[in-house]
């Protein structure tokens, strides 16, 4: 299967550790996604990778949260100090960067529980 | 900035209904715009989307048409399966960002009886 994975798929934390998520890309998309998704809510944006170059972060991360793509392949999203705050399902989508095909494909998402 | 906004669920049908799923939107320039389904326990598939005004997009009987006029973009149905329930989200991107970064309405549930 040559589509995003993600791992883990759930973790459960306790307030105050740190955690780290994977997200393997489909190989030959050079755009990479994060994005936070809570209960009954949409997804909602939070960085972004065009290979290894982190393009764009939103307001919404926080200085406990840091991402890095370091040979424009997987993505790593590291938590700092998790709150309970920070439960949600993290998503990883890749795309490519062509202006007529950039279709993003989602992962199956990490679900965090921080208790 | 940017926001999409959609109809309120759940949305509950019986089989073979029409259904109609409103969505909104609120961009500069000229956005692109998709519509998004979440089975159970599955991650997002894309399910239809359009990239300029008046387009149509369509996928497995389901439509969508871009209505910049209106800002518009819903999705609608002839005839709904039970394989339908889900989770349908609207969403855009583009228009003063070329990031390609997606913005999502909250999403609607759809429950199909039969």
């Known amino acids: 299967d040559t589509g995003v994975s993600q791992n883990p798929r759930h973790k459960i934390t306790k307030r105050g550790q740190n955690v780290t998520f994977r997200c393997d890309p489909i190989s030959e998309h050079n755009r990479l996604y994060w994005y936070r998704q809570t209960l009954g809510q949409g997804p909602e944006f939070l960085t972004y990778?065009?290979?290894?170059?982190?393009?764009?972060k939103s307001r919404l991360l926080s200085d406990r949260f840091s991402a890095e793509r370091p040979k424009g392949s997987f993505s790593t999203l590291e938590i700092q100090r998790t709150e309970q705050g920070d439960s949600a399902m993290y998503l990883c989508?890749?795309?490519?960067?062509?202006?007529?095909?950039?279709?993003?494909?989602f992962g199956p998402g990490t679900r965090l529980t921080v208790l | 900035g940017n926001s999409v906004t959609q109809m309120e669920g759940p949305v509950t049908l019986s089989e073979e209904a029409f259904l109609t799923i409103n969505c909104t939107y609120t961009?500069?320039?000229?956005?692109?715009l998709f519509w998004y389904v979440q089975y159970p326990g599955e991650g997002l598939q894309l399910l239809l989307k359009?990239?300029?005004?008046?387009d149509k997009g369509s996928n497995k009987g389901f439509e969508a048409t871009y209505r910049k006029e209106t800002t518009s973009f819903h999705l609608e149905k002839g005839s709904v399966q039970v394989s339908d329930s889900a989770v349908y989200f609207c969403a855009l991107s583009g228009g003063s960002s070329n990031t390609g970064k997606l913005i999502f309405g909250q999403g609607t549930t759809l429950q199909v009886k039969p």
């Open positions: 989508a890749s795309s490519l960067a062509l202006p007529r095909d950039n279709e993003q494909f």
């Open positions: 990778f065009q290979n290894e170059a982190q393009l764009e």
């Open positions: 961009a500069t320039g000229y956005p692109s």
């Open positions: 359009a990239t300029k005004a008046d």
